[in-house]
């Protein structure tokens, strides 16, 4: 506790409201308003009792740039055409079971980093090539912090792709820096990072962005930048601007394609890459969708082995969709087990046709 502080602008009931361990997670990606599913496509923290923690390990760790598991790829990468409206949502609970999007003792800046990347699978999250394209810190005006709008806001923070963004695989890389516990004798900035894996529909060119604007995370910021020392305990940030850190931000415009006279088969090559997604596709039969795990059908049968066979193809699915279930939850699994269990029952009942008709929540089951 910090009792002899009382922030500026801020009354003493909403300073000490929440001693919660509960912080805050990116779980949910909205491209142009269409829920793609929690966990879906998002390099999310695995385990639950850590996933909404402030990244440890300081600003080297190489989770700087995708969170704790980040270097890790999901299956999905999600498709969204350039200029759409990305909107991230941020909970205190990754499964929703309690309300709330950040813990709202927690104050400070919000970003949102690009990284394109040739296999989203493959290349490292950590690393060069990351820009950013938004940043919020005080808004003078409202007077209210980034994150206070995005409590505001229910948990969601909205940003349009640049319209002239060159088509491939992306990195999108939240980032929400909270300066609640700098103080003057202790200087503890919280970073909280997560990554959409994003497939850009645009135009078929290599994106131009000036050095200046490319950074490495870990490496964009520093320990004695000013966005990371700012005392909120002492300084009115109305009065004393917030710089937010990392570089300004910037919309990289499309260079034009360059035309016969490119000789370059490697590069011609990966613009043809760039126009097809081929890497995370999400089927388009999926029965049922948890997070990164699809639900495909079961071999249809007509007998006793291929009702047992397709049983058997059943839990086993079920197995990856626990397996990987992000802590935003495992809702998906449960029906599919349902189902399972359902033409597992039948095999013992001498119902051997099937399978039987899947009667998951359809489109509102994509949890
Ligand atoms: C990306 O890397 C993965 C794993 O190394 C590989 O299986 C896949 O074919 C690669 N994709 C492309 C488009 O090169
Ligand atoms: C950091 O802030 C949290 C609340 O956001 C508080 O519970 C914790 O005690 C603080 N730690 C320090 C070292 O100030």
């Given at each position: 506790m910090m009792p002899s502080l009382v922030r500026f602008s801020m009354g003493l009931a909403t300073a000490f409201a929440s001693l919660s361990t509960a912080h805050t997670v990116f779980t949910t990606l909205f491209i142009n308003g269409v829920d793609q599913g929690d966990g879906t496509c998002i390099r999310m923290a695995k385990k639950g009792s850590v996933c909404t923690h402030p990244i440890a390990g300081g600003l080297d760790s190489p989770d700087m740039a995708c969170g704790r598991d980040g270097q890790q790829?999901?299956?999905?990468t999600c498709p969204a055409p350039a200029g759409s409206k990305l909107s991230f949502e941020f909970r205190m609970w990754a499964d929703a079971s309690q309300p709330g999007s950040i813990d709202p003792s927690h104050l400070g800046s919000t970003a949102i980093y690009l990284k394109q990347v040739s296999n989203i699978s493959s290349d490292s999250a950590a690393g060069p090539g990351w820009f950013k394209i938004y940043a919020e810190g005080y808004d003078t005006a409202a007077k209210k912090w980034a994150t206070e709008k995005l409590i505001d806001n229910g948990g969601l923070l909205s940003i349009e792709l640049p319209p002239t963004l060159p088509a491939g695989?992306?990195?999108a890389r939240s980032e929400i820096v909270t300066i609640q516990n700098v103080t003057n004798d202790h200087v503890d900035p919280q970073?909280?990072?997560g990554c959409a894996?994003?497939?850009v529909q645009g135009p078929p060119t290599t994106p131009?962005?000036?050095p200046d604007r490319l950074v490495s995370i870990p490496g964009h910021v520093h320990a004695s930048d000013p966005g990371l020392t700012f005392n909120i305990w002492r300084d009115d940030p109305s009065k004393t601007a917030y710089t937010v850190v990392g570089p300004a931000p910037f919309s990289p415009t499309a260079a034009p394609t360059p035309t016969s006279t490119n000789t370059n088969g490697q590069q011609q090559q990966q613009q043809q890459q760039?126009?097809?997604?081929t890497d995370g596709v999400i089927p388009a039969d999926c029965q049922l969708k948890n997070a990164n795990w699809c639900g495909a059908e079961v071999p249809a049968y007509a007998d006793e082995a291929g009702c047992w066979a397709s049983s058997a193809d059943?839990?086993?699915?079920?197995d990856a969709c626990y397996t990987s279930a992000p802590p935003t939850g495992s809702r998906g699994c449960r029906l599919w087990e349902d189902w399972c269990t359902g033409i597992q029952q039948?095999?013992?009942a001498g119902r051997w046709r099937g399978p039987p008709p899947f009667h998951g929540e359809g489109a509102a089951a994509e949890v």
């Open positions: 790829a999901v299956a999905f695989y992306y990195l970073f909280y990072v894996q994003l497939f131009t962005v000036p760039a126009i097809k997604q059943c839990f086993a699915q079920l039948g095999c013992r």
